[in-house]
């Protein structure tokens, strides 16, 4: 079985030793950071913003992943690859010029992805898909850490990476939230390239056997 990608999600983490958890992600095997970004309208919860970016990139030079679950997301495209971003994802939901939004992000030479909420259809992406890096399949709603994994997710799994194979992209599939070891090995093997996993990881006595757990689902 491939290898995926592993993205631990920060919201999880204990803010108050913030410098200490992303140490301990510089030393596992995680691949991505992953930073959750809310405005309490897009999504009804806000996360963190700008300074706590600052101070994480300060202390990491892994790859970082930014989820934004924001209104108008245009306003801070450029902000954002100034904070390292590696990839930028933008919600469907949220872009009315979505395509034009993606050209943006690619023009400031970033990854960009499209999250779609659990009730978005995949086939929506349909008309966009060979333009975008990757696609943040969403298997809670959006707007806090923590929750149950959505089942009906690996339907629309299937059917994304009928959409991405059919059309010979080279998309990647994230599939953000809820994730862990009940349902990690059975994702990958429907064709998810990234794993997203916020208290699976952070909430663990050992986080760096999870992240390798992940990455070993063999
Ligand atoms: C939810 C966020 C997720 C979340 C994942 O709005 O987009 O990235 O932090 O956390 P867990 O793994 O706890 O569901
Ligand atoms: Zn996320």
């Known amino acids: 079985m491939k290898t995926p990608i592993v993205a631990p999600s920060i919201l999880a983490a204990d803010f108050a030793h913030l410098q200490k958890e992303v140490e301990m992600l510089n030393t596992s095997q995680a691949d991505w950071i992953h930073l ?8 009804p919860n806000i996360s963190f913003g700008m300074p706590v970016c600052k101070a994480i990139r300060k202390y990491t030079k892994k790859p ?3 989820h934004l679950m924001i209104e108008k997301p245009e306003r801070y495209l450029r902000e954002f690859k100034d904070l390292g971003a590696s990839v930028i994802s933008i919600h469907l939901e949220a872009c009315p010029h979505l395509h034009r939004n993606i050209q943006q992000i690619k023009g400031l030479s970033c990854k960009a992805g499209v999250a779609i909420n659990p009730h978005t259809s995949v086939a929506l992406l349909e008309p966009i898909i060979q333009e975008i890096d990757l696609v943040c399949l969403m298997s809670v709603n959006p707007g806090f850490g923590g929750q149950m994994f ?3 997710t690996f339907e629309k799994l299937k059917a994304l990476r009928n959409l991405i194979d059919s059309k010979k992209a ?3 599939i994230e599939i953000d939230g809820g994730v862990n070891s009940a349902n990690a090995r059975e994702l990958v093997q429907a064709g998810a390239d990234v794993l997203v996993a916020g208290s ?3 909430s663990a006595t050992h986080p760096h056997q999870i992240i390798e757990s992940l990455k070993q689902l063999d």
């Open 170 to 172: 080279h998309t990647l």
């Open 36 to 43: 959750d970004i809310m405005d309490g309208l897009f999504v």
């Open 150 to 152: 959505i089942e009906s």
């Open 64 to 66: 970082l992943d930014y």
């Open 200 to 202: 699976f990881v952070f």
